[in-house]
């Protein structure tokens, strides 16, 4: 007889559409994506500006009987029934969410990006350790089956060391007269929520820098790059366009990471433009066909090819009794269940090391182009009273 699945009970704080996307993936049967080692249960819900958010939120995702809607994150926080915390909320308040749920005792996973600046994620970090509880950055795309093949693909060899990789991950919303087609109290340009286009969407093209030219780097030489950045500001102050270059002088390597809120990495919707990613090596590259945030596709384009390149699909399963749901978060999820199952407190996948290089150097960038958040989301101080715990002013 087949064990029985490790099952994980989950909080989701916040109730947006990120929020949505995921309740709905862990809904998903495990089974849909070949999984069955690990399963997920849905156990309680909590948005910061009332009860009744909640309960509509779980009305969307449809929730199964018996899973519980609060008005505040404290409530949620201190259900004993729940094993992990979701954070979902804007990457402005993931500092202080974070923390009132490592405080209460909680596992977390928090999505991206990390924190609004380094300080913060060492501190998460730190309390993580301090009180043995799991902690992982949400970036879904880097568990991935596809993700995962091509690390292995770059590990084997296949087209040598790997010296350049060049990601891009831009939106076009250009507006008329100069602005952008989001009003600008709108997360994704309103310094209040930390807006911009780097911390929000620059994090996937950087997620593809760092999980080939970081992370498969050998432990013992494990070299953070140096970085140079150029950022066009909007005119609330965030950031619209962003390009990084990323050197790793020992590793003879380089990475340059794009993002912008005028321009789109898909200019026709059918990828005509070519790959959002391309891995480069001295025998070949890898080409990761986009959005570099949900992938589906890769090429393999050898030096000797001779016009004969490999091509392999990586479809998102869905779960056709669900609606034919099926995003991709589902996977992440899966990680956070086997650590705990195993009692890891972080993701061989993504250290939290990693994580907090990585916020070191949006950072850096955000520090080069002069873009500046309020102090109540730079802070590295936890104020269980903050308004971003409480939802109110």
Not at 265 to 286: C, M, R, V, W
Request: proline letters at 5%; one cysteine or more; a negative charge.
């Amino acid at each position: 007889m087949a064990s029985q699945p490790f099952t994980v009970k989950w909080g989701i704080m916040a109730t947006g559409g990120i929020a949505q996307t995921f309740t709905k993936d862990l809904l998903t049967n495990p089974a849909s994506r070949d999984v069955d080692d690990v399963a997920h249960k849905l156990v309680a819900v909590a948005s910061s500006s009332s009860k009744d958010s909640a309960a509509s939120f779980l009305e969307k995702v449809k929730a199964p009987e018996g899973v519980k809607a609060y008005g505040s994150y404290a409530e949620l926080v201190n259900n004993a029934d729940v094993d992990i915390v979701y954070v979902a909320t804007p990457h402005s308040h993931h500092f202080q969410n974070t923390m009132l749920a490592l405080e209460a005792g909680k596992n977390v996973l928090c999505e991206k990006a990390f924190t609004v600046n380094a300080a913060q994620a060492r501190k998460l970090v730190e309390t993580a350790k301090a009180k043995n509880l799991f902690l992982m950055e949400a970036v879904w795309t880097r568990y991935f089956p596809l993700s995962v093949k091509i690390r292995e693909l770059v590990q084997s060899g296949a087209i040598g060391p790997v010296y350049r990789v060049i990601a891009d991950n831009s939106v076009g919303n250009d507006g008329p007269d100069g602005t952008v087609t989001f009003p600008d109290e709108h997360r994704m340009v309103n310094p209040d929520l930390a807006g911009g286009a780097l911390l929000d969407l620059g994090i996937y093209s950087l997620t593809w820098l760092f999980q080939i030219l970081y992370h498969l780097q050998p432990e013992s030489q494990k070299e953070a790059p140096k970085t140079v950045a150029a950022i066009n500001k909007y005119r609330t102050g965030a950031d619209e366009m962003t390009n990084i270059i990323l050197q790793f002088p020992q590793h003879k390597s380089m990475g340059v990471a794009m993002t912008a809120l005028r321009i789109a990495t898909d200019t026709d919707g059918k990828n005509s433009g070519g790959p959002a990613i391309k891995i480069q090596g001295p025998l070949g590259e890898i080409q990761v066909v986009g959005p570099a945030f949900r992938p589906q596709q890769y090429r393999i384009v050898k030096k000797d090819c001779d016009g004969k390149v490999e091509v392999v699909d990586c479809p998102i399963p869905t779960d056709a009794e669900r609606g034919y749901w099926g995003h991709g978060m589902f996977w992440e999820a899966d990680e956070c269940a086997r650590c705990l199952r195993d009692g890891k407190k972080e993701s061989a996948t993504l250290p939290l090391s990693e994580s907090i290089v990585i916020m070191e150097v949006m950072e850096e960038a955000l520090k080069q182009g002069d873009v500046q958040y309020p102090e109540l989301i730079t802070t590295a101080v936890f104020d269980p009273n903050s308004s971003l715990n409480t939802g109110k002013n």
